[in-house]
């Protein structure tokens, strides 16, 4: 072996790669010409062995010597299944330079949530939400781009990386725009697979890609006799670049080779070069490993095994050699180009001392491990990480590559690690633990619990699998008390996000007849009453809102079962009409001195967000929207802190721009909600919380008189039928009849509000303002069907007298008004003004105000009307009623 070899290999490399080089020169020159110059990202890809690593080396010593910070990680083959590998290498080094409350300083309220996930802080109690975890990775750097200005983050073998990591980094790109920090990544095209491949693509689609190819064969003759000196004939070089295809490191390993073989560079000896090529690479390599001894590749097989934070400590004790003996292997192992200490370009900080030359010497070392002695060694590398104070999840990497041997503390280290890797937000992670545990297997009695936690860790991510796990569990001895009843709520949940919202109330139904009366069985009933509120469809159980009436007169809010079914009754009343002033009564029952009591916080798991969401919408309709917005806002700022910034967030920011809504503050209610869809687009499309933000959405938009955009959202986001199983407020089968109308297409907007006539029969809703389908259908029959028009104007007014809110009386008295003329039309508009007035929804004042002073010819009552519009956001009816007034503010 000759010195000078990894300069020979990074020369070789770097040749022919002046474009990109200067892609990286001008990218990090855009980014160091201003503190607010837009971020960069760079993708550099190619097959192994092209040069990817030199040019990340050299894009570190462009950016080094332009004065920029440097952070840089590296993924690895066999680390994919450690969660957040990549991105605690890129940061932690930073993190842990800080001082705690430095770090915590800078992390703010993220510190908590994002901590965890880089290793920089102690995990909470609970199960960390892995898009929150993400944001707050996300803002850690931002953060930190504003300390270290100008950064540049280099990661290699992108392909390689965890895919928490991988999430990271396709959210990170997406605020590029915001934030001055240069990223380039290395890649190998066709690596990764599943949703971490279409993570890579969409990274690679907004990025500046750079396909890396071989060297041309006159590069590659130039390289050839830089090393075999100039007597290199044409034709040996024309073999060089054959048998390597013009691969730089190939070619450097092979020219290496024919310098040790003393081989003569002359076409009569060019033959000889395929042989050598094979000796440089797989089955060569280990050859020349086993050339260095048992000792030394011993060693290195530790080390292949280990994979990252490869230190000499760490392999005496794998290899189970003393210290002495493995610094001796060490030193042969980098002389022989095997082992080299870390690249500042990747390396992964800690006490890490060595890594592999490249990553195909790292892969074909550990392939050539014997099948059976590489199982045995993971089991040892599990047990040498854990007692070195890394815990059972960092164990778990090796852990998952054991023969499953019915081993009850394996069983329980999968456990623990499941745990670990939940509290710091990698569900996947936890799941591929516990799937492996499930194979060793664990003893009967402990299978059930290892069923119930895998059903858990999967709630979020894949509930058709958490079906069949926690079905299995509960059908086995094992489950008992509390978690059997938290097995079958999680269940009911998982049926409930897999559009089996019937079998949900079926399961909780049949396991609530198991029990005796009391606490558990009370809690049970009120869960399947909850979902059976929220089915859409007709009543699942007959006579269900008399027996929930029943059940909940004898509550008296003493505990949070009793307290659920006073909401589930205060909210089954709401829709369907009844005495707003009981509704309220009964959701105030269930609280504590006026707030949730203790238990049954947004944040709470017994019950979840359903419940309270539920509550908080019994209040907004029956014009107690104090409370309501108050509880909204208590939900937003509790998922904001834990960092919850998947589904429940995006129900939050609906629900407030529900509140917003209602209260008609339009534009506020439409940013809310364009928020809200923009989160819930990240978690998936179809869901109840989807269909939420977008028929709120649809509907505030029609408020402001943006009937275009209105449309645009519908037909974006597929608010047409088939509608959800579940309720949606308020009903979209209404509110996208009125779309339709005031699309222009009457006829359809009536069959659509006579569909919404026979669903809310079906489901006995009869509130008014919450299905407010009549009121736009008496108006668009006014002139074809005008008696019809009255008898559904008549019987809003019934309905809403029964309701009873200012609101809903005020809205069927403009609906009466617009059926009429003449002095009857003004009486009528002049009685919803005196409603609506004190009516908290100020839109529906404004609007009742303007079509008054139209009626009534009153240019004072216009302009009142005008200024509320205005006041509100309600661009269309603030055009409406400047048509009606001239520039002095008389009638035209």
Not at 218 to 244: H, I, K, M, N, Y
Not at 515 to 522: A, D, N, V
Not at 681 to 700: I, K
Request: glycine content about 8%; proline content about 5%; aromatic content about 4%.
């Amino acid at each position: 072996m000759t010195e000078g070899r990894p300069d020979a290999a990074a020369s070789a490399s770097l040749r022919e790669r002046d474009e990109e080089i200067t892609a990286v020169v001008r990218a990090v020159d855009a980014l160091r010409a201003d503190v607010a110059s837009p971020g960069g990202l760079l993708v550099l890809q190619g097959d192994a062995g092209l040069g990817k690593t030199a040019l990340l080396t050299e894009t570190r010593r462009i950016a080094e010597e332009r004065g920029c910070t440097v952070w840089a990680a590296r993924g690895g083959e066999i680390l994919r299944s450690v969660p957040f590998h990549v991105v605690r290498q890129l940061l932690q080094p930073a993190l842990l330079s800080m001082l705690p409350d430095e770090a915590r300083d800078y992390l703010g309220d993220w510190y908590g949530i994002a901590g965890p996930a880089l290793g920089i802080a102690e995990p909470g109690d609970r199960q960390a939400d892995p898009q929150g975890v993400c944001d707050g990775l996300v803002h850690a750097v931002h953060r930190l781009a504003e300390r270290e200005w100008p950064l540049v983050l280099l990661i290699d073998d992108v392909h390689w990386a965890d895919d928490e990591s991988v999430r990271w980094l396709a959210a990170f790109a997406e605020h590029l725009a915001d934030l001055s920090v240069l990223v380039v990544v290395t890649r190998r095209p066709g690596e990764a697979s599943g949703e971490g491949a279409r993570l890579l693509d969409a990274v690679a689609a907004a990025a500046g890609v750079s396909d890396l190819a071989g060297l041309s064969p006159q590069a590659t003759a130039d390289l050839t006799r830089g090393s075999l000196g100039p007597l290199a004939d044409d034709p040996f070089c024309r073999e060089v670049w054959a048998v390597t295809g013009g691969n730089p490191y190939e070619t450097v390993e092979l020219l290496a080779r024919v310098r040790e073989s003393g081989l003569e560079p002359v076409e009569a000896r060019a033959g000889e070069l395929r042989d050598l090529n094979r000796a440089a690479r797989g089955g060569g390599l280990v050859a020349r490993l086993e050339e260095l001894g048992v000792d030394a590749t011993r060693f290195a097989w530790a080390a292949a095994i280990l994979g990252a934070g490869i230190s000499v400590r760490l392999v005496a004790r794998l290899a189970t050699m003393r210290v002495e003996e493995a610094a001796r292997c060490a030193e042969m192992l980098r002389g022989a180009r095997i082992l080299t200490e870390p690249d500042p370009a990747t390396a992964r900080g800690g006490e890490a001392e060595l890594e592999f030359v490249h990553p195909l010497i790292a892969t074909a070392v550990y392939e050539s491990i014997p099948e059976a002695l590489r199982t045995a060694m993971h089991g040892i590398a599990a047990q040498v990480v854990a007692d070195s104070g890394f815990g059972p999840a960092a164990a778990s990497r090796h852990l998952l590559k054991v023969h499953p041997d019915e081993d009850e503390d394996l069983v329980e280290q999968l456990r623990q690690a499941a745990r670990e890797h939940l509290a710091v937000g990698a569900p996947e992670a936890a799941r591929r633990c516990l799937e492996r545990a499930l194979l060793e297997p664990p003893i009967p009695e402990v299978r059930a619990s290892v069923l119930y936690e895998l059903g858990c860790a999967t709630l979020l991510t894949a509930p058709a699998t958490t079906i069949e796990h926690l079905k299995t569990a509960l059908g086995m001895d094992g489950l008992d008390g509390a978690k059997r009843v938290d097995a079958v709520w999680r269940l009911s949940q998982a049926l409930l996000h897999n559009n089996q919202l019937e079998e949900a109330v079926r399961t909780v139904g049949a396991e609530a007849a198991r029990h005796e009366p009391g606490p558990i069985r009370l809690r049970l009933q009120a869960v399947q009453y909850m979902w059976e509120g929220l089915h859409a469809g007709e009543t699942i159980s007959p006579d269900r809102s008399e027996r929930l009436a029943g059940l909940a007169a004898r509550c008296t809010g003493r505990d949070n079962a009793e307290r659920a079914l006073l909401i589930l009754r205060g909210f089954d009343a709401m829709t369907r009409g009844e005495s707003a002033e009981e509704v309220v009564e009964l959701c105030d029952r269930a609280l504590v001195n006026g707030r949730l009591a203790p238990g049954l916080g947004w944040t709470d798991p017994e019950w979840g967000i359903e419940l309270l969401l539920m509550l908080a919408s019994a209040y907004a309709y029956c014009d107690r929207l104090d409370r309501a917005e108050t509880l909204y806002t208590e939900a937003l700022r509790a998922y904001e802190t834990a960092g919850w910034s998947g589904g429940h967030l995006a129900l939050a920011h609906a629900y407030v721009g529900l509140g917003h809504r209602r209260r008609g503050r339009l534009r506020e209610a439409e940013a809310s909600l364009r928020e809200s869809l923009r989160l819930a687009e990240r978690v998936g499309r179809g869901l109840p919380l989807y269909w939420t933000a977008t028929c709120n959405l649809v509907d505030t938009l029609l408020a402001r008189g943006h009937v275009a955009q209105a449309w645009e959202v519908a037909e974006r986001y597929g608010f047409a039928p088939p509608y959800p199983s579940t309720i949606v407020i308020p009903d979209p089968r209404s509110v996208r009849g009125r779309l339709l109308l005031a699309a222009g297409r009457v006829k359809d907007g009536v069959n659509e509000l006579e569909a919404a006539e026979k669903a809310a029969a079906a489901r006995g809703h009869h509130n008014p303002v919450t299905v407010p389908w009549a009121t736009d259908l008496a108006r668009a029959l006014a002139a074809e069907d005008p008696a019809r028009a009255a008898r559904l104007a008549a019987d809003v007014r019934l309905q809403a007298e029964r309701f009873g809110t200012d609101t809903a009386i005020g809205e069927a008295l403009r609906c009466a008004a617009a059926l009429e003329t003449g002095q009857r039309a003004v009486r009528l508009a002049a009685q919803a003004v005196t409603y609506l007035e004190a009516s908290p929804c100020q839109y529906e004042h404004a609007a009742a105000r303007v079509e008054y002073g139209i009626v009534s010819r009153s240019a004072v009552e216009l302009a009142r009307g005008l200024d509320l519009a205005r006041s509100c956001g309600a661009d269309g009816l603030v055009a409406r009623a400047q048509q009606l007034l001239d520039p002095d503010g008389e009638l035209r």
